[in-house]
């Protein structure tokens, strides 16, 4: 066939696997173009991003990133992703020579620079589902036929937890951030955010995909499979921050202590209100981690008349944020471990 000719063009799904940064934790991918004919031995990816953008800090506030697209060598690529110690699988794909010069045609077009920015979504639009898109179009939507009506395996939580646990801080935030959206049941389709469960529904196509190989191996510890039960380690450092606090108050008194924390989860909670109802965050709207972090807490900071009924209201939203957490509609067992405790007794401190 064409494709077993040396210089018959090819195309590869590439798989990079998780790195240390926190960026790199849900890994990446890109499609390399290999046609000697029009010169090209290239990695085409949706992945980038600039620091330096222009007002990059607000886009980031206000949901509105934008990420760019690209092509460079494949081997510098590749050399890039092994110094980062992070795992490359390549997969070539059966194409045919129509469909090859069409999927060919797009990235081009897609890494010219009047055509290269795209507005970024974490679940929806991210390097994966673009990548994704690439292929699924050059094979006439069988990808997408096959796979939207497929239930997926894990919903955009689950792989969120289970690829950032091993990050404490990272976790917690993403976790204290998201509301129901990313609860809610997904399709496979939907479901290849992830780029390794792309790389793995092309591979138990069993048609699609001609030659799977491993090009480099990372020595990183791979994430699980299925996110593991951790709220038993926030609870635990719940209270070894207030055994913390306890000590602090030796110096400081522990009335303004709790005063500071009660100041800190409104102004937060005031930013979730913020995410939901003035950006594009689809995924913070109805964050029911509103019953622990309250704009209502500044009203105990800074009056005291309201820090008398601190310890009635902090109980009465814990035992609604308890009841959320036992609940299937939004996964929230690691946040109410890690602050109810601390709510409790500042408010407990406050009476």
Same mark, same amino acid.
């Given at each position: 066939?064409?494709?077993?000719? !040396?210089?018959?063009?090819?195309?590869?799904?590439?798989?990079?696997?998780?790195?240390?940064?926190?960026?790199?934790?849900?890994?990446?991918?890109?499609?390399?173009?290999?046609? !000697?004919?029009?010169?090209?031995?290239?990695?085409?990816?949706?992945?980038?991003?600039?620091?330096?953008?222009?007002?990059?800090?607000?886009?980031?506030?206000?949901?509105?990133?934008?990420?760019?697209?690209?092509?460079?060598?494949?081997?510098?690529?590749?050399?890039?992703?092994?110094?980062?110690?992070? /795992?490359?699988?390549?997969?070539?794909?059966?194409?045919?020579?129509?469909?090859?010069?069409?999927?060919?045609?797009?990235?081009?077009?897609?890494?010219?620079?009047?055509?290269?920015?795209?507005?970024?979504?974490?679940?929806?639009?991210?390097? /994966?589902?673009?990548?994704?898109?690439?292929?699924?179009?050059?094979?006439?939507?069988?990808?997408?036929?096959?796979?939207?009506?497929?239930?997926?395996?894990?919903?955009?939580?689950?792989?969120?937890?289970?690829?950032?646990?091993?990050?404490?801080?990272?976790?917690?935030?993403?976790?204290?951030?998201?509301? !129901?959206?990313?609860?809610?049941?997904?399709?496979?389709?939907? #479901?290849?955010?992830?780029?390794?469960?792309?790389?793995?529904?092309?591979?138990?196509?069993? /048609?699609?995909?001609? #030659?799977?190989?491993?090009?480099?191996? /990372?020595?990183?510890?791979?994430?699980? #499979?299925?996110?593991?039960?951790?709220?038993?380690?926030?609870?635990?450092?719940?209270?070894?921050?207030?055994?913390?606090?306890?000590?602090?108050?030796?110096?400081? !008194?522990?009335?303004?202590?709790?005063?500071?924390?009660?100041?800190?989860?409104?102004?937060?909670?005031?930013?979730?209100?913020?995410?939901?109802?003035?950006?594009?965050?689809?995924?913070?709207?109805?964050?029911?981690?509103?019953?622990?972090?309250?704009?209502?807490?500044?009203?105990?900071?800074?009056?005291?008349?309201?820090?008398?009924?601190?310890?009635?209201?902090?109980?009465?939203?814990?035992?609604?944020?308890?009841?959320?957490?036992?609940?299937?509609?939004?996964?929230?067992?690691?946040?109410?471990?890690?602050?109810?405790?601390?709510?409790?007794?500042?408010?407990?401190?406050?009476?």
């Amino acid at each position: 066939s064409a494709q077993a000719q !040396p210089d018959a063009p090819e195309a590869w799904l590439v798989t990079y696997g998780p790195g240390e940064i926190y960026w790199q934790r849900f890994g990446h991918n890109a499609i390399w173009i290999r046609d !000697p004919a029009r010169g090209l031995d290239h990695a085409f990816n949706f992945g980038f991003f600039d620091f330096e953008q222009e007002r990059f800090f607000l886009r980031f506030l206000q949901g509105r990133m934008l990420y760019f697209s690209a092509a460079q060598p494949v081997r510098e690529e590749f050399a890039a992703y092994i110094d980062e110690n992070r /795992s490359i699988r390549a997969q070539k794909l059966d194409l045919d020579a129509v469909q090859l010069t069409q999927l060919t045609r797009y990235l081009v077009r897609e890494v010219q620079p009047e055509n290269s920015d795209n507005l970024y979504d974490y679940y929806r639009n991210n390097c /994966s589902t673009r990548v994704r898109d690439a292929l699924d179009q050059a094979l006439g939507g069988s990808i997408q036929g096959e796979n939207g009506a497929l239930p997926g395996q894990q919903n955009w939580r689950d792989h969120t937890r289970r690829l950032t646990q091993a990050d404490f801080w990272l976790y917690l935030g993403l976790e204290t951030v998201l509301g !129901p959206q990313v609860d809610r049941p997904i399709s496979r389709w939907d #479901e290849m955010f992830i780029p390794g469960v792309l790389a793995d529904a092309l591979a138990d196509d069993g /048609s699609l995909v001609l #030659e799977d190989r491993l090009v480099f191996e /990372s020595n990183l510890e791979a994430p699980p #499979e299925r996110p593991g039960r951790v709220w038993p380690v926030y609870l635990l450092a719940s209270l070894v921050a207030l055994a913390l606090a306890w000590l602090l108050s030796r110096w400081l !008194p522990a009335v303004f202590l709790a005063r500071a924390w009660f100041a800190l989860g409104g102004l937060a909670g005031a930013a979730m209100l913020f995410f939901w109802f003035g950006t594009d965050h689809m995924v913070a709207a109805w964050n029911m981690n509103l019953l622990l972090f309250n704009p209502l807490w500044l009203a105990f900071a800074f009056w005291k008349k309201a820090a008398r009924f601190a310890l009635q209201w902090t109980a009465v939203f814990g035992i609604l944020a308890v009841s959320v957490a036992l609940s299937p509609g939004q996964y929230s067992a690691d946040v109410v471990a890690a602050f109810l405790p601390i709510n409790l007794f500042a408010a407990y401190v406050l009476n």
